[in-house]
């Protein structure tokens, strides 16, 4: 699972007043380079920068798992990244002699962009060629998508518990990139994510569902 940062010029975000669900602190940690080089990532406010992109794997794949699991779906999390994904989505079927359903997903959290739900997609950019080219290549089964994260930078705001649950501070979206072409000479694509394509119980049920008709998720 890859991870992405901002850049530092990237402009001051907003985000909810952590007060209202109780106080909460969060120390800035900045990840030195050698004096060359600027910090890394300085605009995350990190618990611990040197854990920062692992925790950020954990909070995409605890989103994931929530809602798989709403859905009725088994998450595994494939433990060797040598084929370009992350989770396997299983589902049971419903008479025994049947086959289950599966997907798997490639995921990505990225501290960089704040979808604009008024406009039609979002960009993500990846920062490895490899990465598209597992979700481009045609599949038989099972089919596989893109599923990307948004987080705040603010670590602190990632999640808000109330008294009528746990919030998890933004969402993910999902896009199938199967038989997408881009110039081979692009090193790193970009690719536009719907942004209708919002990740939870229902539409994890259709992509399912639409694998088990044989149709595209590409439609």
Not at 30 to 36: L, R, V
Not at 189 to 206: C, G, Y
Request: glycine share 4%.
């Amino acid at each position: 699972m890859a991870l992405t940062q901002s850049p530092t010029r990237a402009p001051p975000m907003t985000y909810p007043d952590p007060s209202m669900s109780g106080e909460r602190h969060c120390r800035v940690v900045k990840a030195m380079e050698p004096e060359s080089k600027k910090p890394r990532a300085s605009h995350i406010e990190a618990v611990d920068m040197r854990y920062v992109t692992q925790m950020m794997e954990q909070l995409q794949q605890g989103y994931m798992t929530s809602v798989a699991a709403t859905a009725g779906l088994a998450l595994e999390v494939v433990p060797v990244d040598v084929y370009g994904y992350d989770i396997r989505l299983i589902r049971p079927p419903s008479n025994p002699q049947d086959e289950e359903a599966a997907l798997l997903a490639q995921l990505k959290c990225t501290t960089q962009i704040i979808p604009d739900q008024s406009r039609d997609h979002f960009s993500y950019q990846f920062t490895k060629r490899q990465y598209f080219d597992h979700l481009a290549k045609a599949r038989k089964y099972p089919k596989a998508i893109l599923i990307v994260m948004t987080a705040p930078p603010r670590q602190a705001d990632w999640t808000q518990v109330t008294h009528d649950g746990l919030w998890t501070r933004r969402s993910c979206f999902w896009v199938s990139l199967e038989g997408k072409e881009i110039d081979p000479s692009v090193k790193k694509p970009t690719v536009h994510i719907p942004t209708k394509n919002r990740v939870d119980a229902d539409s994890l049920t259709e992509i399912l569902d639409k694998i088990d008709r044989g149709e595209s998720l590409n439609d």
